[in-house]
């Protein structure tokens, strides 16, 4: 989940100048209109140690005007505090409505030191995360705007950044990771963080991750960030921003200049014509016996694909059917929803076709054109979409906790090779029928596809289920990844002890068997 | 929470006869209104056992168009079922939009059975009703119109209707109570029962507690609630119902005829002067001394009063105050709110007044009003009233789990009773300030406040926050009771270990003290 915080993006002395300027007047703007709003803002920093939220803090209260804003830490509980109910503290923080309140961790810092520091379960965190999604959705029910903001860095960056701090500095923050642990104590932070940011990530209050390595960067993208989430709501509120006085051109919500973990593929990577034979020879042989092995310790699978028109998903998808035997799989292609399933929840139509035990179903496009193609060409509305990312999440956690191994795809192609295939496509006649006016009119929103598929890729890339991002400009390549990933998550899976189907009980795996239970064939290879 | 199931409400074979085909009518009415939207109706039916669930469906069944209706049971899973994520069995039970499912159990059976029978925890109970809450949210925002009914009867007529039973009908429920324990069973079942409907009665899809004593009540009751759920719905979504042909006089929602648990009291109590004066005496003298012992245990503690108007909550806080010290209490007066508190979240005004460690706050009306005067003159919206029920529940817990003693009273007085003491403040001089124009008219909303506070008492009788009803005629009976209930409640907290002031953390009583702690004073008497 914390990938796309990773990728280097920084910007130069220059561009802060210029953009700066220009985020103030906008920040000073809405911030004016928002004064004659009911709307209370909430601004919530949080993030890794050293990632410099009080120097962002610092900047805000500097760009904005300071009679609007209030800013509060949550340093030890002062004896006021102590002696009342916990959130006590943070009511009193609560902004007037057409205000700003700023909350140093807020009611976050307390679950995730605990948590951290061993002194909770994850059970107990849970507990404590629901209430805070109960609380939250309270205050945006009452009209709040609650903006949370997730600091990170790789494990590098942050070890470098707390060099440059003083003893003192950093004596503050009771989650330092030791030095001789260093990199021990980053990996559980991560972890507690991810399961913070996932259960607490809904539309209604959603997280946004800022890559905190370059210090320009990190505090334009907040700015920008807090703006459009503010100007979003004036627009839904109705409200002129800046009252009658002419706005200024608006700054885009997401700067294409940056690059994404889409950019970061090398999309190059090929695979030499004689190792692509030998290579799908023995892997789909492997592929073989796994699926046989599958079914035999009923475990079941589930592979989503998703990609830019003529990724090669098409392809990808027949070298994996060529190797299951017919009986296993099925293979379930998503396009426009019949009647029958447009009279349900978007959802329905994909539980229908989860495999039984042992059986694997590839989804070629999925659940996931709700936040893709609903999302670019506005057949969901902002909220649905917005909240989808949580549904999705929450469904694919019931996927794995019942014990299906689900793999994800992303095939990522570039502009070039998209324009490449579809002229081919054009000019082979059995090809053709692959191509449509829709495609070319896909093509043009290039951009909106890009920004779509990268909140995606960030919010939905889950402990439990990650995405894989597979270079598809070389069709050979591209296969063998898709061969090699499924091949090695089956492993990985049949190697544990038999199918539990039992998580998603609220006893856990207490699940009473059925009188007799099931037999299971034990035939077939342990590969 | 489940007091108001166990009145011993019932309808004579005459008035059912009548009013069975009224609702007929308008049942189908809405429900050919119905199939013209995008609603789909999900009906959940819950509760004891005994108590006729399958009699209630089989009724809605033959008022309902079978043609819009499906009935699912959850008994065993099939084999198709238990290999797939536990949920595949629910979404293959959800209605189309326009039709209704109606649901034996549905999501709510397993965990309650597991909990019954000691099979989880209630952490691990509480975390299945939150993906629950979840789950139910994502219908409820994808259009769909969640019913839920809960019946429940009392244990001697859930012993009787037991004896009813032929032993095969007895043999399917598994939470069926042994006979040598059944008191013990009936409790533990109904502690399960609260937890579950209390976490997850939201606003948006709300439980309705259904008594199941008598079967002509209880089947009429169903087809009313569902009827008025489905109405209002129709209307939100601005479809006419029949599509054109004139609809019938709408039935009411509530049945005036029917006792509630206000019409239970005995208002007749009253208290002899001489015993009033001797008891206030000693019961002063009792509180002023358990208000010392609270501040030196550090106790703090809450009372809420709230009431008809003229129900005499003043001269009941006088009778309190009267006794204890000036410097342990703070009393709160709550009227219009001031522009500060109009400027931020209605409970925020209630949140600022929590006393400190040791001390009392008394509020003369409170968070109540967000359901009572509210909700009543339509300051509040539906929706807003509505979700506080969960919202207060929510911040009561808070305040009792950080170790808070918290006590409600409702001041109940007959309408007669009312009329003399409004005409006796207006021939007294100096009491004619207590009486406006307003009282005068909310007295003419005398059934819209019953109804109001009816649902109050059943949506917020929790088992860490009850109401005391006070039967308020005779004022020294009232304030008697009053003053032995705060005396009982402190007795009883100041019994136990000191202060938790820890509960509401994820780590439980692991809260880690402030260097050096709180020197707490041990003077006064141990009452």
Redesign the interface.
């Known amino acids: 989940m914390f990938e796309a915080t990773k990728v280097g993006r920084s910007v130069s002395k220059q561009d802060y100048k210029e953009q700066q300027e220009e985020l103030r007047t906008q920040l000073l703007e809405v911030q004016r209109a928002l004064r004659y709003t009911?709307i209370?803002v909430i601004v919530l920093v949080s993030g890794v140690e050293a990632a410099g939220k009080g120097e962002v803090v610092n900047r805000l209260n500097e760009w904005l005007d300071t009679r609007g804003v209030q800013t509060f830490a949550f340093w030890?509980?002062s004896?006021?505090e102590?002696?009342?109910?916990?959130?006590?503290r943070f009511?009193?923080a609560?902004p007037?409505?057409?205000e700003i309140s700023i909350l140093f961790g807020g009611w976050y810092q307390?679950?995730i030191e605990?948590?951290f520091r061993g002194?909770?379960s994850d059970?107990?965190?849970?507990?404590?995360l629901?209430?805070i999604v109960?609380f939250e959705r309270?205050?945006v029910?009452?009209g709040?705007l609650i903006v949370k903001f997730w600091f990170h860095m790789s494990e590098a960056d942050q070890k470098a950044r707390l060099k440059e701090l003083s003893r003192d500095d950093r004596s503050r923050w009771k989650m330092l990771p030791e030095k001789s642990k260093f990199s021990e104590h980053y990996a559980a932070f991560e972890q507690v963080a991810e399961r913070v940011i996932l259960h607490t990530d809904r539309g209604s209050a959603p997280w946004y991750l800022i890559e905190a390595g370059d210090r320009r960067y990190r505090d334009l993208t907040v700015g920008k960030t807090l703006l459009h989430a503010i100007r979003s709501r004036l627009a839904e509120h109705g409200a002129s921003e800046a009252n009658g006085t002419p706005t200024s051109p608006k700054l885009p919500e997401s700067d294409s200049a940056q690059i994404t973990l889409l950019d970061q593929l090398d999309l190059e990577l090929a695979l030499p014509r004689e190792d692509y034979k030998s290579e799908l020879k023995r892997l789909q042989a492997e592929l073989n016996e796994l699926a046989w092995n599958a079914y035999n310790k009923?475990r079941?699978t589930v592979l989503v694909f998703e990609g830019m028109d003529a990724g090669g998903k098409g392809g990808a998808i027949r070298r994996i059917t060529q190797a299951v035997d017919a009986r296993l799989y099925r293979s379930i292609p998503v396009a426009a929803p019949t009647d029958?399933e447009k009279?349900?929840?978007?959802?329905?139509r994909f539980?229908?076709h989860?495999?039984?035990?042992?059986l694997m179903t590839i989804y070629d496009r999925s659940w996931y054109g709700r936040v893709l193609v609903e999302r670019v060409e506005g057949f969901a509305g902002v909220s649905?979409w917005r909240?989808a990312y949580s549904?999705i999440n929450?469904f694919e956690e019931?996927?794995v906790?019942?014990g299906?191994v689900l793999v994800k795809f992303w095939i990522q192609i570039s502009q070039d090779e998209q324009l490449k295939r579809f002229k081919d496509r054009e000019a082979v006649p059995y090809k053709r029928y692959k191509i449509t006016e829709e495609d070319w009119r896909n093509r043009e929103k290039w951009p909106q596809y890009k920004e779509a598929v990268n909140e995606m890729i960030v919010r939905t890339s889950t402990r439990h289920a990650g995405w894989t991002l597979v270079e598809g400009n070389d069709k050979p390549y591209a296969r063998i990844k898709v061969l090699r990933t499924v091949c090695d998550a089956l492993n990985e899976a049949l190697k544990g002890p038999p199918a539990p189907?039992a998580g998603?009980?609220?006893?856990?795996d207490?699940r009473i068997e059925?009188a007799g239970g099931?037999p299971v064939k034990n035939g077939g290879s342990s590969g």
Chains 1, 2 share one sequence.
């Not at 009279?343 to 329905?348: D, E, Q, R, T, V």
């Not at 998603?504 to 856990?508: K, S, V």
């Open positions: 009911n209370p030890n509980e004896d006021e102590r002696e009342r109910p916990r959130y006590w009511w009193r609560m007037p409505r057409g307390t679950p605990h948590r002194q909770c059970a107990e965190l849970d507990g404590e629901n209430r109960d309270m205050l029910q009452d709040a009923q079941s029958e009279a349900h929840h978007y959802l329905w539980w229908r989860i495999p039984r035990a042992g649905e909240r549904e929450r019931q996927l906790d019942s299906i189907m998603y009980l609220p006893c856990g207490k059925p099931k």
